[in-house]
C-alpha cells in the first residue's frame, strides 16, 4: 500500500465516522441516550486518532528526505 492510498483510505474511514455520528440522534429512540453519548464519544475518539495518524503519515516523507540528503 502506498502513502496516498492509506491517506485515502483513513480519509474514506473519517468520513464513514462523521456519516454515522450525524445518524446517531435519529437512533437515540431504539439505543437510548447513554448509549448515544458513547458511540458519539467513541466516533469523535477515534476521529481525533485517525487524524493524528494522517498527520504522522504526511510529516513522515519529509523526515525521510532529511535523512537522504
Known sequence: MTL???LELISN???ALEK???TLPEQSV???SE???TLS????NE???LEAIE???KRQPKFESGLSE
Open 4 to 6: 496516498e492510498e492509506g
Open 13 to 15: 474511514y473519517k468520513k
Open 20 to 22: 454515522f455520528r450525524e
Open 30 to 32: 431504539q439505543l437510548g
Open 35 to 37: 448509549m448515544i453519548k
Open 41 to 44: 464519544m467513541n466516533s469523535k
Open 47 to 49: 476521529i481525533i486518532n
Open 55 to 57: 498527520k504522522a503519515l
